[in-house]
């Protein structure tokens, strides 16, 4: 949600063409401002929320009508087309076969509201199908939601590259080099839709992927709405640019916003906020440099202030393990018919010192751990944890794979930002 919208507001100042087809231009400006991608993404998600997961298609589209209509009459100047702004006035509005790109830049609620990727395409589906009907606004559509899906439950680039071009048979093995010269404004899906998953394909990470749609000209709201959503699922966003995004919205989209973060955070919260961590590590290995430490401590912050929670494994000291302790969580309580008694498991690293090992699965527990009972903690209690042992140096995560140690001074830091933000 906040990458759609944060595109949108960085690209706007740039539609047009008006910008000189570079990177480097600065992210907000007096210009900066949201349009009508962004009403409408609250528009779809609100309606979304308010009808649930098992809702219909029937009852999905005249919800998404509903909305879209409430929130196009509540912003009447947000920018919209001479056709979807008669749409938004009809007393029995009706698709009008467009395949405009206006599906594709209010979909991204979709990629993370459901459980899997038939559903999601089916959702996207119906939202386009009230008004761009046509093959090429429902295809566009249902490309983007897959690939936010996708890439929110650990899909790489290359998997969900060859899913888009198998399934919906766009072009992606273009470069931004090769497009950028010749591409000029262009609101259909067939010339938005590709080049904005392209832009995300080559990035590496959220911004570079923002300034990678707008630096390719023409509709840079909508490209950027369109990349943004998909870099999110697979980036995260960084803290500094959540707050941006929050002082350029007004009350009403903050409310729809937080109601959509509530709801993911409750029914996918771990898992996700996990592969952000886990892809954020990856990327450090391959950049090894002072930007990819960043990209992981902005990925860690946003992980905690979803809630997140890591794999802690503990040592019982008896012989015989309870059953009941195999599943054990954070604030269970259990009545036993013996003492049991619970160690932290540390790790060594080549020069002895101990750290607390921590780890973002089950699977990613099992390379190398002795322990024969896990716990879900909250990161932030894992972090306070780490600073009061005085034995251990910090924490380290997935210790018997690509792994990532935060020294008590980093922690420190992590901890003090979240607090400042929160």
Known sequence: MYGAILGDIIGSPFEFD?????????????????TD???MTLAV????????????????????ISSMQSWGRRYPHAGYGGYFRRWLRACHPEPYNSFGNGSVMRVSAVGWLYDS???????????????????????GAEATASAIFMARNGSSKEEIKKYIENEFHYDLDRTLDEIRPSYHMDETCQKTVPEAIIAFLEAKDFEDAIRNAVSLGGDTDTLGAITGSIAEAYYG???????ECRNRI?????????????????????QNTNQMIEKAINQYYVQNDKEGMILFMDTMLNAMK???ELVVPYITKNSFLPKELSNLNVGDTLTLDQDVKLKIE????????????????????????????????????ILRLALDLEEINGIVINPFGKHMQLSKAMILLLIGIYEEHE
């Open 306 to 308: 979803q809630g997140g």
């Open 37 to 39: 991608d962004s009403v």
């Open 250 to 270: 007004n009350e009403d989209m903050r409310d729809v916003v937080d109601a959509f973060y509530n709801h993911v955070k409750h029914h996918y919260g771990s």
């Open 346 to 381: 540390t790790v060594k690293d080549t020069k002895s010192k101990e750290w607390l090992g921590v780890f973002t699965s089950t699977e990613e527990m099992h390379k190398g751990s002795h322990g024969n009972v896990q716990m879900n903690q909250s990161i932030l209690s």
């Open 237 to 243: 966003i960084p803290e500094t640019l959540i707050s």
């Open 18 to 34: 008006r910008g000189d087809k570079t990177k480097d231009f600065k992210l907000f400006s007096r210009r900066s401002h949201f």
């Open 117 to 139: 990727l038939e559903k999601t395409r089916t959702v996207a589906k119906a939202t386009a199908n009230v008004t761009h009907n046509h093959p090429e606004g429902i295809k």
């Open 45 to 64: 998600c609100e309606a979304l929320l308010k009808v649930g997961q098992d809702a219909a298609v029937k009852e999905i589209e005249d919800a998404v």
